[in-house]
């Protein structure tokens, strides 16, 4: 399967404790964006990525939430201090070029905190 | 900040009738994307507008972006079975901006045989 991928699909976790997520995207797509839906809600956009440099974060994003992609292939997004707000599915996406264009979407994380 | 908002947030169909989801920005657009989330699935790109006042087709499917690119809508003529799911639009602010792809909610398409 040469799409998007996420990992892990789901986590538990207790409040306070930290959560890293995986994000691979389509091989030849430069950007690569995070973002969080919950139920009922539309995808929510968190961060992109160009290549390694991430370009923009929401300003809604706590200072407990960091992305990486540090040569430019897969990301991590790390949730520090769970609360239980932070519950949703995480969604990673890429895309290729760079003006917008149709993003491809992985099957998401779910993250449920306790 | 940049707020894109959707109606109807639920429509209910028979199979055969026609559908339409409206899409509205607080602010003007440089393209809008439209996307199909099946039930339990992830989001799934349909098409992009860029233009003002731009209409594409994609089989029984129409797509028209506003000429102020403040609004776009998405028609469905005789609805299937295999329409059914969440359609969302999505709208990247003129000029750029720290809020990224701004997500309607989403209009949740039910059709019953």
């Known amino acids: 399967d040469t799409g998007v991928s996420q990992n892990p699909r789901h986590k538990i976790t207790k409040r306070g404790q930290n959560v890293t997520f995986r994000c691979d995207p389509i091989?030849?797509?430069?950007?690569l964006y995070w973002y969080r839906q919950t139920l009922g809600q539309g995808p929510e956009f968190l961060t992109y990525?160009?290549?390694?440099?991430?370009?923009?974060k929401s300003r809604l994003l706590s200072d407990r939430f960091s992305a990486e992609r540090p040569k430019g292939s897969f990301s991590t997004l790390e949730i520090q201090r769970t609360e239980q707000g932070d519950s949703a599915m995480y969604l990673c996406?890429?895309?290729?070029?760079?003006?917008?264009?149709?993003?491809?979407f992985g099957p998401g994380t779910r993250l449920t905190v306790t | 900040g940049q707020q894109v908002m959707q109606i109807p947030q639920y429509q209910h169909v028979q199979e055969g009738e026609d559908f339409t989801t409206y899409c509205n920005s607080s602010?003007?657009?440089?393209?809008i994307q439209w996307y199909k989330q099946r039930p339990g699935g992830h989001p799934v790109f349909l098409i992009q507008?860029?233009?003002?006042?731009e209409v594409k087709k994609q089989k029984r499917l129409t797509f028209q972006f506003g000429e102020a690119k403040k609004n776009s809508s998405l028609h469905i003529t005789a609805t299937q079975t295999t329409d059914v799911g969440t359609y969302f639009c999505?709208?990247?602010?003129?000029?750029?901006?720290?809020?990224?792809?701004?997500f309607g909610k989403g209009t949740h398409l039910i059709i019953q045989p």
């Open positions: 996406a890429s895309s290729l070029g760079l003006t917008p264009y149709e993003q491809y």
């Open positions: 091989s030849e797509h430069n950007r």
């Open positions: 990525f160009q290549n390694e440099a991430q370009l923009e």
């Open positions: 602010t003007t657009l440089s393209n």
């Open positions: 507008l860029v233009k003002s006042g």
């Open positions: 999505a709208g990247w602010r003129s000029g750029g901006g720290a809020d990224g792809l701004t």
